[in-house]
């Protein structure tokens, strides 16, 4: 049986972590390096405590536009099937929202960046 994964998502924080993967999607996902341009990296705090508990930590990685044309955010893609693709939704606190985005690579996947409730 072959699982269905018609989506492509852009990870770049916890959601490359082996124990978030393994309660999330009930697998390790395996993907292929690629990057967002104009983007760069911040740290927040997150205050979920059910994601504090699956990631092991409060601090997770926030992707933000850059006014640097040369910045780019590096991550690997992953395939997700439906089910998937909403237990990342799921995980992913208001801080992040999921957009559609093209890669370095020409791929268009989603990614969770900046909210628009966070940005300034």
């Known amino acids: 049986m072959t699982l269905a994964t018609p989506h492509s998502l852009f990870t770049y924080g916890t959601l490359q972590m082996r124990d978030v993967q393994l309660s999330r999607f009930g697998r390790l996902l395996q993907g292929h390096s690629d990057?967002?341009?104009?983007?760069?990296?911040?740290?927040?705090?997150?205050t979920d405590p059910d994601v504090v508990a699956v990631s092991g930590t409060d601090r997770h990685l926030l992707v933000i536009p850059s006014d640097d044309?040369?910045?780019?955010?590096?991550?690997a893609v992953v395939k997700l099937s439906?089910?998937?693709?909403?237990?990342?939704d799921?995980?992913?606190?208001?801080?992040?929202?999921?957009?559609?985005?093209?890669?370095?690579?020409?791929?268009?996947?989603?990614a969770?960046?900046?909210?628009?409730?966070?940005a300034v």
Do not use: C, F, H, Q
């Open 35 to 46: 990057a967002l341009p104009g983007y760069r990296t911040t740290e927040i705090r997150i």
């Open 82 to 88: 439906d089910k998937e693709l909403a237990a990342a």
């Open 112 to 118: 969770y960046l900046e909210s628009a409730r966070n």
């Open 90 to 110: 799921d995980y992913e606190v208001d801080d992040y929202a999921r957009v559609e985005v093209t890669l370095m690579s020409g791929t268009k996947a989603w």
């Open 69 to 75: 044309p040369a910045d780019a955010v590096e991550g």
